[in-house]
Each structure stands twice: as structure tokens, then as C-alpha cells.
């Protein structure tokens, strides 16, 4: 199995480069500020305690994010070579947490990728997207917020992945396509050792 988390700070083209990844790798997308809009857009009760969160740029509860990305990987494990964890973890809770998940299903992580944009360059691109993306926490005040919270509780998570070796930093500030590029060539130089097993003979 390939597994990928795909970091950066709000703003930096997770989005983006996860959906390029999926498409060229096969493999499952998973988006937890996705997954946690269509909960909104339905009104679950998850949902509406995630929505009084994202709104005012916080994060929504380790405990709350671990339960739901848990179920979408054990409703998709079966169907993919693989999955791209976009924006999770944020936490390093959350980090040890999706080892725990992947190590219990006999797979593991393939990398990390830290996509890196200067902080004026996300403010800019943020206010921009908000201006047609109908996001509510993509206005001036949200991202400051979000900013500091991922300087804060999500960068942490860079340490958490150099100590494992499985840390690749990326500059995303010319092209999309220049940032894929690179992005490929690390995919693409990882061993087969490091890609683990066969999910079919391993999941249950
Ligand atoms: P995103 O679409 O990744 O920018 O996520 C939008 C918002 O959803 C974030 O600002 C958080 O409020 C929330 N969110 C998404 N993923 C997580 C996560 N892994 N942990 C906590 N909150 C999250």
C-alpha cells in the first residue's frame, strides 16, 4: 500500500496536489476539512459541532477527527492501493493516531509531504479563494486564526515525522505543475520495501 500524508499550512495547495496524487496513484483521497463540510452540508451533529468550530478558525477535537477519518479508511481500505490523508493529522495526537490505525490494519506510512509557502504568499492565496470558494472561515480574521494555529498545535507534527525518516519538504511557490514534479520523483524513489504488502492478504 501507498499511504501519504499531505501537510502545510492553510492555503499551502494540499487540496490541490492530493487530487493529482489520487488520480496518477490510485489512491483513496481523503480530505478531512471535506469530509467534515459534507457532515455540515447534511446537519448532522457532527457537523454542527464542527461548523461552530471551522467558522471561528479552531480545530475540531482529536477525538471527534480520529473516529471519522477511522471509518472512511475502513469503508475505502478494500477499494484503493492506497490512501492520501489531506490535512490529517494536524495534531500530533493525531499523527500517533493514524500510525496506530495504519499499523493495525498491517500497512504503514509511506511519507510525509510538507508543502511550504511563505506566510504572506497563503494570506494572499486564502482571501483570494474566499472571494468565490464560499468557505466561511476564509475570510481576514479566520486565517489569521488558522495560521496561528497551525504554527502553533499542527507544525509540531514536522518533528514527529523527521524522527521516523518519513519528512520530505516541498517548496510550493511557482506552479502547480513545478510542485507535482517534485512530488512525483519522491513518490516514485520510494522502495517497494517501503510501500508495504498487499492490503488484499493483509486487511481483513
Ligand atoms: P481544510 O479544508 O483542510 O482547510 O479544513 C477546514 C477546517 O476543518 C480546519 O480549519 C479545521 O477547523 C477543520 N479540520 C480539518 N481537518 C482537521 C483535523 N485533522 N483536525 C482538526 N480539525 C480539522
Known amino acids: 500500500m501507498l499511504n501519504i500524508v499531505i501537510s502545510g499550512a492553510p492555503g499551502a495547495g494540499k487540496g490541490t496536489q492530493s ?8 489512491l483513496m483521497h481523503l480530505s478531512t476539512g471535506d469530509i467534515l463540510r459534507e457532515e455540515i452540508t447534511k446537519g448532522t451533529v457532527v457537523g454542527k459541532t464542527a461548523d461552530a468550530l471551522i467558522s471561528k478558525g479552531n480545530l475540531v477535537p482529536d477525538d471527534l477527527i480520529i473516529d471519522l477519518l477511522n471509518q472512511k479508511f475502513q469503508e475505502h481500505k478494500h477499494f484503493y492501493k492506497g490512501f492520501i490523508f489531506d490535512g490529517f493529522p494536524r495534531t500530533v495526537v493525531q499523527a500517533i493516531a493514524l500510525d496506530e490505525l495504519l499499523i493495525n490494519n498491517g500497512t504503514k506510512l509511506s511519507l ?29 480574521e479566520t486565517i489569521y486564526k ?3 494555529i497551525y504554527h502553533q498545535v499542527t507544525e ?16 510550493n511557490t511557482t506552479s502547480i505543475e513545478t510542485c507535482f514534479k517534485q512530488i512525483e520523483q519522491i513518490i516514485d524513489s520510494i522502495k517497494p520495501f517501503d510501500l508495504c504488502q498487499n492490503p488484499t492478504s493483509l486487511i481483513m
Open 19 to 26: 487530487k493529482l496524487i489520487a488520480q496518477k496513484y490510485r
Open 112 to 140: 510525509m509531504l510538507d508543502l511550504r509557502v511563505e506566510e504572506k504568499e497563503l494570506i494572499a492565496r486564502l482571501f483570494k479563494r474566499g472571494q468565490t470558494s464560499g468557505r466561511n472561515d476564509d475570510n481576514l
Open 146 to 148: 488558522r495560521l496561528k
Open 156 to 171: 509540531p507534527i514536522i518533528n514527529f515525522y523527521k524522527h521516523t525518516q518519513r519528512y520530505n519538504a516541498i517548496s
